[in-house]
């Protein structure tokens, strides 16, 4: 009957030139396989913890919502610059000179002006249900670039909301009386969209 000690010990001992088998060379064989061991054993291992990828997964949707935002904002600025140059075309054209910024909504709301057929088709298709000023795509943007802002965190709803609402408020100021119909449909789309992000309805 075979003890695991002592089996151990007699495969690690080597024997010395006479062919003896020593107990020093027994002891030092294993004093070295220990210390190979311990330091095969001691290395460190980094792991990453769920911290580290909580804080670079932050991180990346910060990027992402940031590049996302500059695009919407870009994108919105060119076409407010092209309705802007058209408006101001058709100004100067009426002999209307363009003063302060607020003075192209106010021309707007008079109605008194023309246009011609190619600004009037260009205007209908833009402000039509799928046009890119018609209520479905503006509201859509509208919730969307609130939802970059706060990073797709709906406990911020209520409060990007109010700064909608807000916003509305300023708009309906400068144009100097209740805005046209559509700003009010969108208006309430912006409301509903609102509301259902709050409340987890989305589809």
Same mark, same amino acid.
Request: glycine fraction near 6%.
């Given at each position: /009957?075979?003890?695991?000690?002592?089996?151990?010990?007699?495969?690690?001992?080597?024997?010395?030139?006479?062919?003896? @088998?020593?107990?020093?060379?027994? @002891?030092?064989?294993? &004093?070295?396989?220990?210390?190979?061991?311990?330091?095969?054993?001691?290395?460190?291992?980094?792991?990453?913890?769920?911290?580290?990828?909580?804080?670079?997964?932050?991180?990346?949707?910060?990027?992402?919502?940031?590049? *996302?935002?500059?695009? /919407?904002?870009?994108?919105?600025?060119?076409?407010?610059?092209?309705?802007?140059?058209?408006?101001? &075309?058709? /100004?100067?054209? &009426?002999?209307? #000179?363009?003063?302060?910024?607020?003075?192209?909504?106010? !021309?707007?709301?008079?109605?008194? !002006?023309?246009?011609?057929?190619?600004?009037?088709? &260009?205007?209908?298709?833009?402000?039509?249900?799928?046009?890119?000023?018609?209520?479905?795509?503006?509201?859509?943007?509208?919730?969307?670039?609130?939802?970059? *802002?706060?990073?797709?965190?709906?406990?911020?709803?209520?409060? *990007?909301?109010? #700064?909608?609402?807000?916003?509305?408020?300023?708009?309906?100021?400068?144009?100097?009386?209740?805005?046209?119909?559509?700003?009010?449909?969108?208006?309430?789309?912006?409301?509903?969209? !609102?509301?259902?992000?709050?409340?987890?309805?989305?589809?």
């Amino acid at each position: /009957m075979e003890i695991p000690s002592i089996s151990t010990y007699t495969a690690a001992t080597v024997a010395d030139s006479t062919g003896k @088998t020593t107990a020093k060379d027994t @002891t030092e064989k294993k &004093q070295s396989t220990k210390t190979t061991s311990d330091k095969n054993n001691s290395g460190v291992i980094y792991e990453k913890s769920s911290k580290d990828t909580t804080t670079a997964s932050k991180t990346n949707t910060k990027t992402s919502n940031t590049a *996302l935002i500059a695009k /919407m904002k870009a994108d919105s600025d060119s076409r407010i610059s092209q309705l802007r140059s058209i408006v101001e &075309q058709m /100004m100067s054209k &009426q002999g209307s #000179a363009i003063g302060k910024a607020d003075s192209i909504w106010s !021309f707007l709301a008079g109605g008194n !002006f023309t246009v011609d057929a190619a600004t009037k088709a &260009q205007a209908q298709a833009d402000i039509a249900d799928d046009g890119y000023w018609g209520v479905n795509q503006t509201s859509d943007r509208i919730v969307d670039f609130a939802k970059a *802002l706060a990073g797709n965190d709906s406990s911020k709803a209520e409060e *990007l909301l109010n #700064a909608f609402k807000k916003g509305f408020s300023e708009a309906t100021k400068s144009w100097g009386k209740s805005l046209p119909d559509i700003s009010q449909r969108t208006y309430d789309a912006v409301i509903e969209k !609102f509301d259902k992000w709050k409340n987890g309805e989305e589809e």
